[in-house]
Structure formats: C-alpha cells, structure tokens
C-alpha cells in the first residue's frame, strides 16, 4: 500500500517511484521519508505491507485508525522500516496546502521552491 496524504498536491512521483523500488527490492515492512523526516511536509509518502497493516488493526488506537501508520512508528522495533532520506534536510519547508494561506504562500512562491533538487 502506498500512503499519500491529500494535503500535498506536490508529491513527486520520482520520489515515490524511488520508494517503490526500494520496497520491491528489500524486505522491509516499510518505506518512508519521513522516519525521521528531511523531506519538506507535503512530499511525504508511505509505502508499506497491507499484511502487516492487517494483522495489527485490531490492536490500533483511535488515533491509529485515523492516522494508519502511526502504530508503525510507536512500535518501530517490532518493524523492518527504512527511510529513505533526502540530500539536504528541507524538514523545515512547508509544502502542503491545508489553510489558505498555504496556498497562497505557495502560489506567491512555487516557482522559487519547485526548482530545488530534493531527490
């Protein structure tokens, strides 16, 4: 399963494409940017066994059922997750569009941010 939030309308699918090939060749539960994060919010993706997804759903909190991976990362050791990092660390920028400001800031701005290398 591979988890994309609606909120980032500026997901790469080089970045996820990367994901994917590291998923199929391991044998990791999961693949992520964002454990711990160095991508920018709104470039955040999850790639994932639903089997594991399964056999651990009956124990999800509230919070895990609205949030489906966080249960990964509260257990972590009982996981095989990689992360896949960025070069630089653009933990900091702020990519989604949740609030009108953030997409106004991002249409005063999207040229300036598109154009660096985050892979």
Partial sequence: MIRVSC???????????????????????????????????GLSYEIFKTSILQKNFKTYSKKDKEHVTTFFYKNSKKFKIYNY???????????????????NFLRKNYNKIIYRTFI
């Fill in 7 to 41: 909120d980032s309308p500026f997901i790469d699918s080089k970045l996820i494409d990367k994901g994917i090939n590291l998923f199929k060749k391991s044998n990791y539960d999961m693949v992520t940017n964002v454990f711990p994060r160095t991508f920018p919010k």
């Fill in 85 to 103: 990092s960025a070069i630089n660390d653009y933990k900091k920028l702020n990519l989604c569009v949740d609030t009108n400001n953030d997409l």
